[in-house]
Every structure is written in structure tokens, then in C-alpha cells.
């Protein structure tokens, strides 16, 4: 959408009524143009407030989490792996794994059944996430970029990790952009590993 904004002609009528017309028109086409530089607009769907589902087996994992699997009685087939652009993961004996949307249990369920195919018996495998993907910060703060993300980790967390707040950021409007959806925060709004968070420009 273009944020030029073209006042309409008016034409035909004279006095007081032509003036308050083109004052409406005004006032709509500076109302236009804010809408504009505030970025991206709400879309009133309020993003979830529970806290992101972190640790333990449920968990499902996405590009650029790491994982570290362990094989009981066999070190030397265990190791450290991150979720690649593909959404695999390369875990010696094992292969290629697919990682992504998997949760890590059934991730873990995966690696055990190719290590029985291939070498041990009853291998005994566990998995664990050693780091969650990170978050990325935009719109009005100083330092737009991509943070390491922790437990808790809200909306004005990752502000204050973006080096905080823009002169015109607004305090309480934010856009949260996860799994290709978009929802409308606020500054306590919990994040999820992955997540893109836009803070919003002021409107008044």
C-alpha cells in the first residue's frame, strides 16, 4: 500500500460546508499517512499469554535449535547437532534425521530406532535441547536484529535486548510473527524461541 497521500478535488461549492469538507479531507489524510509510518498494523488477534512450551520431550523443534543427543554406554555415538536449514540434523550412525516440527520426543524415538537397525540392540538414547532457536527484534528500537532466547523472555525483554525503545515506540502495541500467523501484543506478552516481535510505531 502506498503512503502517499493524495487529497481529493473538490470542486462545485463555495463557503463554509466546502471548507469543513477539505478539513475532513485533511485530517482523514493526516490520519492515513500516521497509519502508514506506524508499521506494521494490529490485526486484532491477541497472541496467546502462556508462556512458551520449553524443555522436556514435548517440545517441538525448529530451524536453528541445537540438540544434544546421549547414548547410554556409547559416548562416542552421541553428540551435539543443530536443527539446519533443512530441518535435519546429522547425528553419526544415525544419519540424517528430520528434526523440524518434531517434537523432541519423537526425535528421540526416531534416533533409537535407526541405531537398532543399524548396530545396538537396545540402545538407550536421550535427547535434550542445549539452545533454543533465536528471536528477532524489529521496528522501533535501537538495535533491530536477532537475540539469543531465554526463559520468560517477553516483549519488553527483547526491547530492552534490542538496546530499548525508539523515541516514537510505542509502550504497549507490538506484533508478534510466529509459524507464518501474525497476532497483537502487549509489553508483557511472553515469546516463543522462533518468534519475530515488531514493535510498533506511536499513533498519537
Known amino acids: 500500500m502506498s503512503c502517499v497521500y493524495h487529497p481529493m478535488p473538490y470542486a462545485g461549492r463555495t463557503g463554509k460546508l466546502a471548507h ?32 512458551a512450551l520449553v524443555g522436556g520431550l514435548n517440545y517441538k523443534l525448529g530451524v ?4 544434544r543427543v546421549t547414548v547410554i554406554g556409547q559416548p562416542e555415538l552421541g553428540g551435539e547437532a543443530e536443527v539446519d536449514a533443512g530441518g535435519k540434523i546429522v547425528m553419526g550412525l544415525a544419519g540424517e534425521v528430520m528434526a523440524a516440527d518434531r517434537t523432541v ?11 537398532r537397525s543399524n548396530i545396538l540392540v537396545d540402545p538407550k538414547v536421550a535427547v535434550q ?27 519488553r525483554g527483547a526491547a530492552a535486548l534490542a538496546g530499548g525503545y525508539e523515541r516514537r515506540a510505542s509502550n504497549d502495541r507490538a506484533a508478534i510473527f510466529r509459524e507464518g500467523k501474525q ?5 508483557e506478552t511472553p515469546l516463543f524461541p522462533g518468534d519475530t516481535v515488531e514493535v510498533l510505531r506511536r499513533t498519537f
Open 129 to 155: 535441547v542445549s539452545g533454543y532457536r533465536p528471536v528477532t527484534v524489529l521496528g522501533q528500537v535501537r538495535q533491530p536484529g536477532r537475540y539469543p532466547f531465554s526463559f520468560g523472555l517477553n516483549v
Open 20 to 51: 469543513r469538507v477539505l478539513a475532513i479531507a485533511a485530517v482523514a489524510g493526516a490520519l492515513a499517512l500516521a497509519a502508514c509510518e506506524g508499521g506494521t498494523s494490529t490485526v486484532g488477534i491477541p497472541c496467546p499469554g502462556d508462556k
Open 183 to 187: 497476532c497483537d501484543a502487549g509489553p
Open 64 to 67: 536453528g535449535d541445537k540438540v
Open 105 to 115: 520426543g519423537q526425535l528421540q524415538a526416531d534416533i533409537t530406532s535407526r541405531l
